[in-house]
């Protein structure tokens, strides 16, 4: 049974920054889209950023040029640096790994916590 755990969440003051990081325990079929969501309170879940095996990366339009996605794949590791925090981007972050067709899988970390004070 693959795992996402994350880790890297917190407080930080408006303008701050952190960085997110998400490793899968056990091993994942590495042809994948590993990405970040976000759930605010009261909201849906929504995508934040994603990354494809080839690193394509693709980003909300509230985030870009803002927070920046990366991935390990040797490692099956995923991590989005988030600058220029606003209180906005408060929310539950979500890592997700996710691969369609042949041997297709989703899974889901638990999320952690990102406050952003203003």
């Known amino acids: 049974q693959v795992q996402l755990v994350e880790s890297g969440g917190g407080l930080v003051q408006a303008g701050g920054s952190l960085r997110l990081s998400c490793a899968a325990s056990g091993s994942l079929v590495n042809s994948n889209t590993m990405g970040w969501y976000r759930q605010r309170p009261g909201q849906q879940r929504e995508l934040v950023a994603s990354i494809s095996s080839g690193g394509i990366a693709n980003y909300a339009d509230s985030v870009k040029g803002r927070f920046t996605i990366s991935r390990d794949s040797a490692r099956s590791s995923v991590y989005l640096q988030m600058d220029s925090l606003r209180p906005e981007d408060t929310a539950v972050y979500y890592c997700?790994?996710?691969?369609?067709?042949?041997?297709?899988?989703?899974?889901w970390g638990q999320g952690t916590q990102v406050t952003v004070s203003s």
């Open positions: 997700n790994a996710k691969r369609s067709g042949l041997w297709a899988y989703e899974y």
